[in-house]
């Protein structure tokens, strides 16, 4: 019945309905010296800037990349750098990780693009087998530090099976490889400067949905921002929220909801997910005695789950509530039903209230 | 009536020898005549490893009045989709075939219905082809009820499973070695059926492609790869690509042949061919050079990696459907008149089934959980946060 509501509703505003998701205010620990306004893809493009002037061996390639790629991440580059350090591979994802790993593997900073994350399944074995296992199999004779490997993550309100997948519990699942995810401009600049100069190789999934949408003052100098560190965007005291990446979007917009029925939420960015920062979890846990974790990737193995266990293991006589998750579906991701498939805000508005009325 | 001729196409001498038989009435019905016409391909045949069939090609009034008919129809049917799109009633991703229609309908001509087709998400034409309804394609599209998919695919998953249209893939590459998989089945089944899969400049250069070539070869399978190359992988050019944009060359030890995919003729010889090489000593792989006049997919508007230049330049030379039209004058099968009632058909017959697919009402919620796994293993999600969910058993 309630289901039938809610669906009721998302039919009448239709397909696509998350219009614009408004920033979170949250303070972030970098001066705000000479910043500019600006949306996602012109910060990560900012970074990538940095990133190649002040590295003469890094490089970036991928599916159109050289014209500014799909979603203009990459614009200006070859422009500025030359086609020897900003070109377009075929059409090849197996392929083009192999060759990050082996251009990383002789010293250099290697930053592949995969246009989709969709897509990044052919690269998958390049990423577990080859990427995360090189350092431990050769004695540390050998390592491919230097690989980023950035794709855009996540629904954007139309993609359908092959433009919308989260498949970032995959990666989280393999020991050797970071896993980082950023929420908004300015943290997209800071963690992905930090994940390119970061000697391990790490998997960077950007929320297409706020490439255009999400819109910050972003400091035009180079900073970067620390990984594993997870942050505290919202103060509260009666049920920490976890979340990463668009979703966080859709969570402080359910902690503003619930604050008017007296509910204090306290919202916490994981920014890295694989190693994650644990501490801080547990920290606000200890506080709360109640944890929501939200992400689009479907609820059954998502690293929610992770998380979930995790804190169990820490805090089991703190808990108050049972950890709760509002996911995606277990399904593959709808076109038509989207909006049904998604955690929204009402959905985690209501888990909020049943964890806390528990 | 003489006169006419003369006017529309001065400049054939073939007109110009029989004016006087071709003002006679007597020949029509043009739909049911299938005398044997022959026709030169616009160009020969290239081939690796084999010998390249005949350029001429044997074919009838009536197939050409077919091949004439059903390549407008896709033409307005992806054009109309264009609109669609852009007022906001397709959503999603939506890749259109205009320009390479030649392709499906010279295919068609050349094969049966128990013949395999596998291609990637350019796949509404190849749908229709294989027997598909304009009232499918346009609900599919809208995320309707009546759609082939049910609505639940939209426009990159197209399926027929009653003409063995295998569909409709959004990951690129991913369908050869399933087409192979297709071919291997068939092979088993001795039913002297093959399997095309298809797919493009952009995917071959893909690892998996080159493992299935290999696969198929080694086990002999009728398996017709087709590489529809409009020479752009999305935004990038072929030569930029690819070390060697000669794709019927790159099966190496399998051979190849270089098919004009903008000659419905060829296209038709050209699969003809291939079956009957495919049944005998195993795959094949059929370039067929095309080209594609919209941009990869509607948010590609198609000029930033090309010029319009080269756009109007191939559909002046080139177009599919001109070639056609322009042999069904020269051989006086039909007036212009009656060719431009077709594609007025053609075109009331697109509009009114977009009205027709416009009622046809959105999938159920239940859908969404609907066929995840083998029927009868149905979940239903609910509960505050719907993370209960309740599975019936079979």
Known sequence: MALRNIIGKRIGNGIGLVGRRSLSTATCDVENRNSKSMNLYSAINQALHLALETDPRAFVFGEDVSFGGVFRCTTGLADRFGKARVFNTPLCEQGIVGFGIGLAAMGNRAIAEIQFADY????????????????????????????????????????????????????CHVPGIKVVIPRSPRQAKGLLLSCIRDPNPVVFFEPKWLYRLAVEEVPEHDYMLPLSEAEVIRQGSDITLVGWGAQLTIMEQACIEAEKDGISCELIDL?????????????????????????????????????????????????????????????????????????????????????VDY | MALSYLRSSSSRSVNLLKPLSSSLPLRRPISTDTTPITVETSVPFTSHQCDAPSRSVETNPKELLTFFRDMALMRRMEIAADSLYKAKLIRGFCHLYDGQEAVAVGMEAAVTKKDCIITAYRDHCTFIGRGGTLLEVFAELMGRQAGCSKGKGGSMHFYKKDSNFYGGHGIVGAQVPLGCGLAFAQKY????????????????????????????????????????????GMGTAEWRAAKSPAYYKRGDYVPGLKVDGMDALAVKQACKFAKEHAL?????????????????????????????????GVRQERDPIERIRKLILSHDLATEKELKDIEKEVRKEVDDTITQAKESPMPEPSELFTNVYAKGLGVESFGADRKEVRATLP
């Open chain 1, 120 to 171: 990044i399944y052919p690269a998958f074995d390049q990423i577990v087998n080859e990427a995360a296992k090189f350092r431990y199999r050769s004695g540390n004779q050998f390592n491919c530090g230097g690989l980023t490997i950035r794709a855009p993550y996540g629904a954007v309100g139309h993609g359908g099976h092959y433009h919308s997948q989260s498949p970032e519990a995959f990666f």
């Open chain 1, 271 to 355: 920014k890295t997910l694989m190693p994650w920062d644990k501490e801080t979890v547990e920290a606000s846990v200890r506080k709360t005695g109640r944890v929501l974790i939200s992400h689009e990737a479907p609820v059954t193995g998502g690293f929610g789950a992770e998380i979930s266990a995790s804190i169990v293991e820490r805090c089991f006589l703190r808990l108050e509530a049972p950890v709760a998750r509002v996911c995606g579906l277990d399904t593959p991701f709808p076109l038509v039903f989207e909006p049904f498939y998604m955690p929204s805000k009402n959905k985690v508005l209501d888990a909020i209230k049943a964890t």
């Open chain 2, 189 to 232: 089944s001795k039913d002297e059926t093959v399997t095309f899969a298809l797919y493009g400049d952009g995917a071959a250069n893909q690892g998996q492609l080159f493992e299935a070539l290999n696969i198929s070869a080694l086990w002999d399978l009728p398996a017709i790869l087709v590489c529809e190359n409009n020479h752009y």
């Open chain 2, 280 to 312: 005998k000593n195993g795959p094949i792989i059929l370039e067929m050079d095309t080209y594609r006049y919209h941009g990869h997919s509607m948010s590609d508007p198609g000029s930033t990696y090309r010029t319009r230049d080269e756009i109007s």
